[in-house]
């Protein structure tokens, strides 16, 4: 009976485990913009972050179909505190992060192109899953309005 119950329990902990250290994907929206301002077509953003720490990877495929990879940075200040314990002789210290609203992100071309992205965090202390808006500018002049 132990060994009957002990092999479910341990699927729904793994399948559990595999679930919350998934990458969390994510689809925006954007429309590339010419020099003049004119529509060249729909842009396909991806971003995947981890779900351990502030890694986010971010991919974009342009309507000529070159491809940009590159990596998301957030805007954050870390906060490390010093206090004493009673009974204790050395510091005890505390890190804290305090997200801003806003993130940055500079992609290669596999063109020869790079893209420079300004975004703006619906909430910052979420990430860019949670929403927000931004821009990318393509270093020959093509503007991306992003929606995400």
Known sequence: M???LTLPISLIIIAFLAISCSPVVHQMRGVV???QGLSEGQVRLQTTESPWDDNV???AILPDNERFSGRVVYDKVVTKDHFYNLGQQKPVE???KTYGSSAKAMLIGDKGHTMKCNF???S???GISYGGFGEC???DGRI???QF
């Open 120 to 122: 703006q965090l619906s």
């Open 33 to 35: 913009q010419n020099p």
């Open 137 to 139: 500018l393509v270093s």
């Open 124 to 126: 910052p202390s979420n």
């Open 144 to 146: 991306i309005p992003v």
């Open 2 to 4: 132990y060994h009957q």
């Open 57 to 59: 990877q971010i991919v």
């Open 94 to 96: 505390h890190s804290s």
